[in-house]
């Protein structure tokens, strides 16, 4: 199941680096690189912190929902989603705390250099796609973990039945053994000797 974790990890880490460069594809005048947005001139602080909003609030939106997926390597998402009552309180408290943190004025832009007030419905829908594309891309890797899981089950089966065949042919093989000692003609006289002495 190591693969699994790793994938996780691996899906979490594309989707949510891709928001954030196509994030500043946007706002930064297509734009990536750390130079060339310093060379934009007055106002690339702001045009920057829009990008790393949207790319926050995707990594967020993300984490909750991997929250969700990550319960099991080969059962689907929507199984039993709502088992776990401190889960679904974790992660109402996790939306609470982002949208105060994105939104608040002054909490937002001075404090913390977020600004979801600004980033407009393209910075909304965008950072939709980072919880999207784990969705799908976590659920995918977990054909791979449930094909795994079975093939280490059909091992162990098999190890299972073979286990038994063995266990009655080593038996076997050890009565034979035993059967074809010789038998002490010394042991059997002596014990014939003791019988007649006890009737005497």
Known sequence: MWLAMVMNGMVLTVVVVAVYLISLLHFCDGEILQTNIYNLGPGYDVRLSKAQTVAFISLVWSENIRA?????????????ILGNPSMQKAIVMAQICLYVAVLVPYLSDKILGLRGLEIGYFGWLLALVGPAGCFL?????????????????????????????????????????????????????????????GWL
């Open 68 to 80: 969700y997926i990550s319960r099991s390597f080969t059962n689907p998402m929507w199984h039993d």
């Open 137 to 197: 891309l976590s659920e995918s890797c977990k054909l791979i973990s449930a094909y795994q899981a079975r093939k280490y089950q059909d091992s162990l089966a098999m190890a299972d039945s073979s286990a038994p065949a063995a266990a009655v042919k080593f038996s076997a093989a050890k009565k034979g053994k035993e059967a074809s000692k010789p038998v002490d003609k010394k042991i059997k006289k002596r014990s014939w000797l003791q019988c007649c002495q």
